[in-house]
């Protein structure tokens, strides 16, 4: 499945693909501006809302499991910082329950899973997340156990990657390639939410960001301490790589010696939601002004460090 629809009155295309299974929607939406892009792409892989019936109805506790797995309502803030600053942007519309995109496609718990399975697989980095519970298919969650009633059947996780994982992940690497081939770099800012981190002291004052890179491996240094320059400048207390460093997108598609720059951005669920940590509060407003600055600041620092500035290639 795949759409796209032009919108003339502000130059926007929106495209979509993938299915998930159960629902009548893609699983996922890609919004590109053809003539007044910038090289930097936003992807939020954990904003999916489509939750099929038979998902729902195989949670232990739905309600907390979606709570607890989704960037609850990051959308809300990537959608007009792109459209505002003329970035790309890379959203899910199915559910990390379903399936988590940033992770490796070999990431699964198969004790979980019923019918067929590979031979056994030996621990490694492939698989270190789903051993803690939250691989490709999320099994356990700090503070409720176990979240799904019964096994996943092979069937049905083999639709899974097939209707939601690889349709994301293509167009997501189709995307960068277009913008690093027209503007020489490009910046992929993988964006999250994160509950408040704990303090560590009665005094401390805990991040309401962190930039993660991988430790250096994903994104140019240079960009990296930029980002952390600007938010600090705004009077926000920012984290880098700790608590979180960055995940599979992070580490599939940060090739800087091929201009391709990776960064991933936790934003503190207080920041932008209510104190339930439930819905969009007013503070969301001053969260997507922030952050419309901040892709615009990087946007102009990926041009100038592309070697293309003065000559971008034409628009397709």
Same mark, same amino acid.
């Given at each position: 499945?795949?759409?796209?629809?032009?919108?003339?009155?502000?130059?926007?295309?929106?495209?979509?693909?993938?299915?998930?299974?159960?629902?009548?929607?893609?699983?996922?939406?890609?919004?590109?501006?053809? #003539?007044?892009?910038?090289?930097?792409?936003?992807?939020?892989?954990?904003?999916?809302?489509?939750?099929?019936? %038979?998902?729902?109805?195989?949670?232990?506790?739905?309600?907390?499991?979606?709570? !607890?797995?989704?960037?609850?309502?990051?959308?809300?803030?990537?959608?007009?910082?792109?459209?505002? %600053?003329?970035?790309?942007?890379?959203?899910?519309?199915?559910? !990390?329950?379903?399936?988590?995109?940033?992770?490796?496609?070999?990431?699964?718990?198969?004790?979980?899973?019923?019918?067929?399975?590979?031979?056994?697989?030996?621990?490694?980095?492939?698989?270190?997340?789903?051993?803690?519970?939250?691989?490709?298919?999320?099994?356990?969650?700090?503070?409720?156990?176990?979240?799904?009633?019964?096994?996943?059947?092979?069937?049905?996780?083999?639709?899974?990657?097939?209707?939601?994982?690889?349709?994301?992940?293509?167009?997501?690497?189709?995307?960068?390639?277009?913008?690093?081939?027209?503007?020489?770099?490009?910046?992929?800012?993988?964006?999250?939410?994160?509950?408040?981190?704990?303090?560590?002291?009665?005094?401390?004052?805990?991040?309401?960001?962190?930039?993660?890179?991988?430790?250096?491996?994903?994104?140019?240094?240079?960009?990296?301490?930029?980002?952390?320059?600007?938010?600090?400048?705004?009077?926000?207390?920012?984290?880098?790589?700790?608590?979180?460093?960055?995940?599979?997108?992070?580490?599939?598609?940060?090739?800087?010696?091929?201009?391709?720059?990776?960064?991933?951005?936790?934003?503190?669920?207080?920041?932008?939601?209510? %104190?339930?940590?439930? #819905?969009?509060?007013?503070?969301?407003?001053?969260?997507?002004?922030?952050?419309?600055?901040?892709?615009?600041?990087?946007?102009?620092?990926?041009?100038?460090?592309?070697?293309?500035?003065?000559?971008?290639?034409?628009?397709?």
């Amino acid at each position: 499945m795949r759409e796209i629809q032009s919108e003339s009155a502000t130059d926007i295309e929106l495209s979509s693909g993938g299915q998930i299974a159960g629902c009548a929607g893609p699983a996922y939406r890609l919004w590109r501006s053809a #003539q007044c892009s910038v090289p930097v792409l936003v992807s939020v892989p954990h904003s999916g809302r489509c939750y099929p019936e %038979a998902v729902v109805s195989a949670l232990r506790d739905p309600a907390q499991a979606m709570l !607890r797995l989704e960037d609850r309502y990051i959308d809300v803030v990537a959608l007009p910082v792109a459209a505002s %600053a003329g970035a790309s942007l890379m959203m899910a519309d199915a559910p !990390r329950a379903m399936i988590d995109l940033n992770r490796s496609a070999d990431d699964i718990d198969w004790s979980m899973v019923r019918g067929e399975k590979p031979r056994a697989v030996r621990h490694s980095l492939a698989n270190r997340r789903s051993r803690n519970g939250l691989g490709l298919v999320p099994r356990r969650i700090p503070g409720m156990g176990e979240i799904w009633r019964q096994p996943l059947e092979k069937a049905e996780l083999d639709n899974w990657i097939e209707g939601i994982y690889r349709p994301y992940h293509i167009a997501l690497a189709s995307e960068l390639e277009r913008l690093r081939d027209r503007w020489g770099a490009v910046l992929l800012i993988d964006l999250h939410s994160m509950p408040p981190l704990r303090k560590t002291h009665p005094e401390d004052r805990p991040a309401e960001f962190v930039i993660g890179d991988r430790f250096g491996a994903s994104c140019d240094p240079g960009l990296v301490d930029l980002a952390i320059r600007y938010l600090s400048a705004h009077g926000r207390r920012v984290a880098h790589n700790r608590p979180y460093s960055g995940g599979y997108v992070l580490d599939r598609y940060g090739q800087t010696a091929r201009g391709i720059h990776a960064m991933q951005i936790e934003v503190c669920r207080t920041s932008y939601l209510d %104190a339930n940590l439930d #819905q969009p509060s007013f503070r969301a407003g001053a969260i997507t002004k922030l952050l419309t600055g901040l892709v615009e600041t990087m946007a102009a620092e990926v041009e100038a460090i592309s070697g293309n500035r003065q000559m971008p290639q034409a628009a397709e």
